[in-house]
């Protein structure tokens, strides 16, 4: 049986039951609103570097009141608030997969929740000697935000004259709805120097179409490299080092 119709039975169910606590003249007492509520999920962010669809495993905490009795409903999985793919969960058990498809769905940030609810509390009912079923409807707003990145991949070659040393880099990213690298103009890209067992930043840029130049002064060999952080929709990367 659907949910729409389990629930119109269910209700259907408490009601006669309500109507038959207002004649003999006794208001039922008020049970849990949100018999069932989530209190937060897991799921994992993943780099792509092809077009296979995924499935994601998603889990939930939950917590329950004393007069919890059973649940259902479903969560969605959204990005950019389109809906992605919607999950199911019975009863205390929040556990599912999605299914991602990068090349469709796009790369960046994906949102677990809000969850839909139907949540039954049952307790007795001592002035009447019965049990007693309320029935609860509700929309938990919990969520969480996981990243489906590109697998990225830089270089960076060097070139002295005299004391100028000039530094090409160039970065690529997996775009899955392309089917292949492309050029990552790429933000916060550091060009770095080696200094004793550490790296120290040259200078912070910006590529511009998947390349970025830096021209330093050094009479000195010494090994420079690219260091690109993690973005919402790219993986980091660093480049190979060179001596120059």
Known sequence: ??????????????????????????????????????????????????TNCRNVTV?????????????????DVTRRG??????WFDNRKVSDRAFICPSWDGLGAYKVGPADIG??????RSDYDMM????????????????????????????RRGSKVTLTAKAQV??????????????????????????KTLKTVKLTKGTAKLTVTQSKKKTYRLSIPTASWAASTTSNSVAK
Do not use: C
């Open 1 to 50: 049986m659907k949910v729409s119709a389990i629930r119109r039975v269910h209700n259907a169910a408490v009601g006669l039951v309500i109507t038959g606590a207002l004649a003999l003249g006794a208001m039922p007492a008020q049970a849990s609103e949100r018999p069932i509520d989530i209190t937060g999920y897991s799921v994992s962010s993943f780099t792509v570097d092809d």
């Open 59 to 75: 889990k939930a905490s939950t917590k329950v009141k004393s007069d919890y009795e059973d649940a259902s409903g479903t969560v």
């Open 82 to 87: 389109g809906i992605v793919d919607s999950l």
């Open 119 to 124: 949540a039954t509390s049952s307790y007795w």
């Open 132 to 159: 007693w079923s309320d029935y609860s409807d509700y929309t938990d707003r919990t969520s969480k935000t996981f990243y489906v990145r590109g697998k990225a991949k830089s270089s960076v070659a060097a070139t």
């Open 174 to 199: 997996y775009a899955p709805d392309r089917y292949g690298y492309i050029k990552y103009n790429a933000k916060n890209a550091k060009f770095q120097v080696k200094s004793g067992t550490s790296w």
